[in-house]
């Protein structure tokens, strides 16, 4: 006995390590499974007692992660138990997108999500209800587990062909890409899916969700730590929420909380609690207790930290508690008044419809909030409405004003630090697949650079080779650079040449492409005209502003260009760039080239003088 005393204090000391150093709570979890797991990895190691097992963890950290690896089973797959699935399919997603507008959020969370296939499986099927784009739109999908390992292996998205048999093969195309590692789940469809830690014994639940998945998790934990993970999941849930387990566990002690829409496939229906004690029940580990007397019963009453108020049948006030009198601003001379006479009563609208709706369907109501000012801040309230029943009959309500406000804040902080908390995640998710991406790189550089080296040693030596090569080049393009200046020295001397004869002329020349657009005016054209050459090239020759009759020349240009004639000559009255008129003589050549024809026209302006009569 003293033994068996022994073994389980330092078998609670170990625990207490792991909890301590790890931030892992194994109290909680089936204590003959726990131990015979550790006693596995024990025997794998050679170690005989809990206490030298916590002395090798303290020398090698690295041990942890196979520890864990042996508690936690990470055992899942697609589509596992493939009937359950259909349900899902058939009637859960149908029966959820009926109950929600068509923008409506949809929140899932996957608990005990393992390598991930889970997660996965739903937003494979909720996309093929949505379509991609709602989908991106509404869904939000959180999967946890405790395991960081099979968290990061989830977070990749990567999964053996093996693993993907269960998925129909069209589904398989359209969600999966396939590469040389295997399947990956589309980047896009990715970003819907968040991963992260929670001890489901420890960490807060993620609320406001439609669908929760915990499938062969809860089997590893006692009755107790079961009955605490299965409020904390009711209070996850939305009213109408579902609950969706693994075919090896029970809801037996939990009916007040979820009930079964098909027990052999293990999916349940959140229980919404009708009254505000109800939501307290669920809150806590078990029902409040009774409290005898009327005196302390009306003490407990008066002191209630709820603002509570009880009215007749008439919605006359009867009682009001001190956190009601405070709130409403009442007093014992204001019984039995209408509660209209109230100005709380008018924040919220019919509420004496509400109570007689109450009372004659006996059963309670919650108002939905409204904002209410009272002690110099702005309330949030909520009013739930409980018929009163003597001898079964219904004599009056009870009112109970929940104040809100501290959870508004809350939940609007919450929402915020969620939504940082979403960015982080994918900025982290973005960081962890580029780190992975790189590893591989690395690795696979790391065998090429061994092989790249010996490569090296024979191209070193085809280096010097084309070195000597590269040299002679080298002289070569020196020669070519050489005689590329030369000809560039020459064709400038060309270019000057032309231009001094152009010069030298004493006539105007303008030399025209085949659409008629100036390529060359000559300087003695700018004398005669005053338009200079930066003006005049590149503009249509019939467009220049100057003093010659341009349009007399558009068919002479136009015959010269098409080859009807070979030189027009004509005199036309003119006016130089002075303002003096003159005539001039205007002839038309073609541009021609030897291999190309016509390519151009040149026109050719002198002065002969004075028109008559000048």
């Not at 293990?266 to 409040?288: E, I, M, Y």
């Not at 309230?381 to 009056?396: K, Q, S």
């Not at 000597?468 to 064709?491: I, P, V």
């Amino acid at each position: 006995m003293e033994a068996a005393t022994e073994t389980d204090s330092s078998f609670d000391l170990l625990l207490d390590y792991l909890k301590e150093h790890r931030g892992f709570d194994f109290t909680g979890y089936k204590r003959a499974s726990l131990q015979r797991r550790i006693l596995r990895r024990m025997e794998m190691l050679g170690i005989e007692s809990y206490l030298d097992y916590l002395d090798f963890l303290e020398v090698h950290p690295d041990e942890f992660p196979q520890l864990f690896n042996t508690i936690l089973i990470n055992v899942t797959g697609f589509f596992r138990d493939p009937e359950a699935w259909d349900t899902v399919t058939e009637e859960i997603v149908p029966r959820l997108l009926a109950s929600k507008d068509d923008d409506a959020p949809i929140r899932v969370w996957s608990a005990g999500c393992a390598s991930g296939e889970e997660p996965y499986t739903v937003a494979i099927l909720l996309a093929e209800a949505l379509g991609d784009e709602a989908f991106l739109r509404r869904v939000k999908i959180y999967a946890t587990d405790v395991d960081a390992e099979a968290l990061d292996q989830a977070r990749a998205g990567l999964f053996e062909p093996k693993r993907m048999e269960a998925i129909p093969p069209e589904m398989r195309e359209r969600y999966f890409t396939l590469d040389e590692r295997g399947y990956t789940f589309r980047k896009d469809l990715r970003r819907a899916v968040i991963f992260g830690r929670n001890d489901l014994v420890q960490d807060a639940p993620i609320s406001r969700v439609d669908l929760l998945l915990c499938r062969n998790t809860l089997m590893y934990f006692n009755a107790e730590t079961q009955a605490q993970i299965l409020r904390r999941f009711h209070f996850a849930l939305n009213p109408g929420g579902y609950l969706f387990l693994g075919k090896s566990e029970m809801l037996v002690s939990n009916g007040n909380l979820f009930e079964p829409l098909d027990r052999k496939r293990r999916l349940f229906t959140k229980v919404v609690a009708p009254t505000l004690r109800d939501r307290l029940v669920f809150a806590t580990s078990g029902p409040a207790d009774g409290m005898a007397g009327d005196t302390v019963r009306g003490s407990a009453f008066d002191a209630a930290p709820v603002p509570q108020v009880v009215v007749d049948r008439d919605a006359r006030l009867v009682e009001a508690n001190a956190a009601a009198r405070r709130l409403l601003q009442v007093g014992t001379d204001d019984l039995g008044k209408p509660l209209r006479d109230f100005d709380v009563s008018m924040r919220s609208a019919e509420l004496r419809g509400h109570i007689d709706e109450v009372i004659a369907n006996r059963h309670s109501a919650t108002l939905p909030p409204f904002d209410l000012g009272a002690g110099g801040e702005t309330r949030s309230i909520e009013v739930v409405i409980t018929p009163l029943l003597l001898d079964g009959e219904p004599v009056g309500a009870s009112l109970a004003y929940v104040d809100l406000t501290a959870q508004r804040r809350t939940e609007q902080e919450l929402d915020r630090k969620r939504e940082e908390l979403s960015a982080a995640y994918e900025e982290l998710q973005s960081a962890v697949e580029e780190l992975e991406t790189t590893n591989e790189e690395l690795q696979s550089t790391n065998e090429e650079l061994e092989t790249t080296n010996e490569e090296l040693q024979s191209t070193n030596e085809e280096l010097e080779t084309m070195n000597e090569e590269l040299q002679s080049t080298n002289e070569e393009l020196e020669t070519m650079n050489e005689e590329l200046r030369q000809r560039s020295l020459e064709l400038n001397q060309v270019n000057a040449f032309m231009e001094t004869i152009l010069g030298s002329m004493g006539t105007g020349v303008i030399v025209v492409d085949p659409d008629q657009t100036v390529r060359v005016y000559n300087q003695h054209s700018q004398e005669m005209w005053g338009l200079r050459p930066e003006e005049a090239e590149g503009e249509h020759i019939l467009n220049l502003d100057i003093g010659l009759p341009l349009e007399q020349l558009r068919q002479p240009v136009r015959d010269v260009l098409s080859g009807l004639s070979e030189r027009a000559e004509l005199e036309v009255p003119a006016t130089d760039r002075r303002g003096r008129p003159l005539t001039a003589k205007v002839t038309v050549l073609p541009l021609v080239l030897p291999s190309d024809g016509v390519t151009g026209a040149i026109v050719v302006t002198e002065r002969l003088g004075a028109p008559d009569g000048g």
